[in-house]
């Protein structure tokens, strides 16, 4: 179990630092938004070994641990959630969407990619981002992607 919690922790910190990353960069919230999708898909597709434990076996935790692992998600959940939020703000994400919601899907999208994705596969890493952060044309992803990465 140390060990189970030692790797999933080693996720937070790292999915910790892109947040730093993507709050450093100037933008409006759905650049941020971008960024986001953009780092997370890449760190998910680099670390998909990773991942899988972590999606997998967080559960296999004694109940104090997983609360604490339940707890760093939420914190990084919540990140994705203000941005939607300031985004409804400023008039770039849709009003009518359900911010928690939206983050739920947009990261259950993402976080599915270590079922499939293969680095040796058709698509390669930046167009994997690309493909999912769809939400911008591809010359401003692959600012982003040069950016970020």
């Known amino acids: 179990e140390d060990l189970l919690f030692e790797i999933l922790q080693d996720v937070h910190r790292q999915g910790l630092q892109n947040l730093e990353r993507i709050e450093a960069t100037s933008g409006t919230p759905m650049q941020k938004v971008r960024a986001f999708v953009t780092i997370h898909v890449t760190h998910n597709a680099e670390n998909l070994v990773k991942m899988a434990v972590f999606f997998h076996d967080f559960r296999s935790l004694s109940p104090d641990r997983r609360e604490i692992i339940v707890a760093e998600r939420d914190l990084y ?16 994400v849709c009003p009518d969407l359900d911010p928690k919601l939206t983050a739920i899907e947009i990261l259950g999208m993402m976080n599915w990619i270590y079922h499939w994705y293969r680095p040796n596969g058709s698509l390669s890493m930046r167009e994997l981002a690309e493909t999912m952060v769809g939400l911008a044309p591809k010359e401003d992803i692959a600012k982003l992607i040069d950016k970020h990465l």
């Not at 959940?77 to 770039?92: I, Y």
Request: no cysteine; hydrophobic share 25%.
């Open 77 to 92: 959940d919540q990140h994705l959630r203000n941005l939607l939020v300031e985004g409804q703000k400023d008039g770039s």
